[in-house]
């Protein structure tokens, strides 16, 4: 069955970095778009980051455009988001996400916090 599972969160301080990582397994990674969102307490989750199947294309949210990079290994069937410049607003939960005939699939999230 598809599982994605994400890693790398965690406390940093304002102007810090991340790196969150997702191993997908169960599908074909290479064929699929690969998504990052976030959820922040009291908020509704946003779509922070998509990259395309083979990496060539990727979009941002205005919000961390020019902070955030999204890239992707499909020998290690990996997605990640380099998380640079943070400040308090980006603390949440971070999900990845792909979408298999119209089915979503989510992981179980990793929390990342930024507080001095």
């Known amino acids: 069955q598809v599982q994605l ?7 940093v301080q304002p102007g810090g970095s991340l790196r969150l990582s997702c191993e997908a ?5 290479s064929s699929y778009a690969m998504r990052w969102f976030r959820q922040a307490p009291g908020k509704e989750r ?7 199947s083979a990496g060539g294309l990727t979009n941002y949210a205005d919000s961390v ?6 890239s992707r290994d ?4 990996t997605v990640y988001l380099q998380m640079n410049s943070l400040k308090p607003d980006d603390t949440a939960v971070y999900y ?7 089915l979503d699939y989510w992981g ?9």
């Open 5 to 11: 599972v994400e890693s790398g969160g965690g406390l």
């Open 96 to 102: 990845c996400n792909t979408q298999l005939k119209f």
């Open 46 to 52: 946003e779509l922070v980051a998509l990259i395309t």
């Open 65 to 70: 455009k020019g902070r955030f990079t999204i």
């Open 25 to 29: 397994s169960g599908f074909t990674f």
């Open 74 to 77: 499909n020998a290690k069937n």
């Open 108 to 116: 179980q999230g990793t929390q990342v916090t930024v507080s001095s």
